[in-house]
């Protein structure tokens, strides 16, 4: 699956996955509503990424503005590939 940074600085950078059945990536549609719905709240927030599976959704709030993301999952793997 392809993975990619919809907006802000990162907009079009395609993210890395760990190879096998430990993460279910959000789909580009679903992180898209997420960030309409959220708007302008992202800029200097900080979050906290849990199951981060991809990081996609942590990485996008970075490439939108946020000031900080916890990245946390319970297998090591996709923590790695998001460092």
Request: aromatic fraction near 8%; avoid cysteine.
């Amino acid at each position: 699956m392809s993975l990619r940074v919809i907006a802000g600085k990162f907009k079009g950078r395609k993210l890395e996955t760990v190879d096998g059945v430990t993460t279910r990536p959000i789909t580009d549609r679903a992180k898209e509503s997420l960030f309409n719905i959220l708007a302008g709240d992202v800029i200097d927030s900080n979050w906290w990424d849990l199951f981060s599976g991809t990081g996609a959704v942590g990485i996008e709030a970075l490439s939108r503005g946020a000031s900080f993301v916890r990245f946390t999952d319970m297998n090591r793997a996709p923590i790695e590939t998001i460092q």
